[in-house]
């Protein structure tokens, strides 16, 4: 049974703005070690973090009605064909669909949670 769905955009210059401000400290009360791996180092690093901040986003607003969750509860990472999934560090009977996509000013993730019956 769907139970949520998401939705977030983040800027990517205002994303690169807090990143250099903030720097490894800003990025570590975010992000978890295994979803940075992949993605460092990568042309378009700025976009793949908004992605992954607006997808953490997303799932939070999808789940909202049934588990309180912090941004580091959420682990976004990719399967090998590319495509992301979502992994949650508490235990639930939720299944997480998600999507995700970006360009230079803009990133944006849509997330559908589902009940497990
Ligand atoms: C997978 C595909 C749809 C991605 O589309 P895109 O416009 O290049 O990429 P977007 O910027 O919109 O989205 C990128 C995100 O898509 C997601 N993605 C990548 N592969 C995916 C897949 N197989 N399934 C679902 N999502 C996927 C990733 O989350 C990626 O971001 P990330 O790498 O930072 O995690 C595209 O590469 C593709 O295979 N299209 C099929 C058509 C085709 O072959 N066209 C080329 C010839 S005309």
Redesign the pocket.
């Known amino acids: 049974m769907i139970v949520g769905i998401g939705i977030d955009m983040v800027k990517v210059n205002k994303m690169q703005d807090a990143i250099e401000k903030g720097g490894k400290d800003f990025i570590d009360k975010i992000f978890n070690p295994e979803e940075l791996e992949k993605?460092y180092p990568s042309k378009?690093y700025y976009?793949?973090l908004s992605?992954?901040f607006a997808a953490k986003e997303a799932v939070i607003k999808a789940l909202s009605k049934e588990v309180e969750l912090t941004l580091k509860d959420i682990c976004?990472l990719?399967?090998c064909?590319?495509?992301?999934f979502c992994k949650l560090k508490k235990d639930t009977d939720l299944n997480i669909f998600?999507?995700?996509?970006?360009?230079e000013d803009y990133a944006v993730a849509c997330a559908v949670a589902e009940k497990i019956t």
């Open positions: 993605i378009i976009q793949r992605a992954r976004i990719n399967k064909n590319g495509a992301p998600l999507s995700i996509t970006h360009i």
